[in-house]
């Protein structure tokens, strides 16, 4: 597997993403070829280990296309619930090419797909669901809630605290960032 240099998935990812009008996510590209030869070789028993493997397979071949659109008048923008193939100016491509990666960097090393291992998958998705439940803690302590608020609670003291400490009503513009920011986080 680390030998492979080409993602198989390349010509498939790039020939639905220019039919695309609009963005799609990762889950709806993956539904797309969940059925393409490359994919289905990978088969562990474990479901999680399973779908990290079509994971970075498939932003593997985001990240290769991306590179290879580089040379074109093309762009690939790439998160998971945003991506979408963009004509871009070759002098806009350029500055893609000076941009340090990290994630770029990982899923372009096939080497990291070979090594993880079910172990590495629970530590990862215990990360982030640990980081996601901070993350909403905080948000419900900024905005004043308790734990298990409602969406409507949720709306009603963001309107609330929003009215108080915006800054056109003499607020402080940190902390309404900061109401906006807890707010997105908590609504659905």
């Known amino acids: 597997m680390n030998k492979l240099k080409c993602n198989p998935l390349n010509s498939d990812v790039l020939k639905i993403l220019s039919y695309e009008l609009v963005p799609i996510s990762e889950y709806q590209l993956m539904k797309k070829l969940q059925n393409h030869s490359f994919l289905v070789q990978f088969d562990p028993k474990n479901s999680e280990l399973k779908l990290f493997q079509h994971h970075f397979v498939v932003m593997n071949a985001l990240y290769q ?3 290879m659109l ?3 008048d093309f ?3 790439i998160g998971a619930l945003n991506i979408e193939l963009l004509k871009q100016h070759r002098a806009d491509n350029r ?3 000076i941009k340090h990666d990290a994630l770029r960097d990982y899923y372009l090393d096939w080497e ?3 090594q993880t291992q079910v172990a590495d998958v629970e530590k990862l998705l ?3 669901w640990n980081g996601f439940a901070v993350n909403h803690d905080n948000a419900l302590t900024i905005l004043q809630l308790p734990c298990g608020a409602n969406q409507s609670q949720i709306k009603q003291r963001y309107k609330e605290m929003a009215l ?3 800054p056109d009503r003499g607020g402080d513009a940190k902390q309404f960032e900061k109401i906006t920011q807890a707010y997105q986080q908590l609504k659905h």
């Open 65 to 67: 296309l991306r590179d």
């Open 70 to 72: 580089l040379n074109y």
């Open 126 to 128: 215990n990360d982030f």
């Open 112 to 114: 990291q797909l070979a």
């Open 75 to 77: 762009t690939l923008a």
């Open 95 to 97: 500055s893609h090419v």
């Open 164 to 166: 108080k400490h915006h």
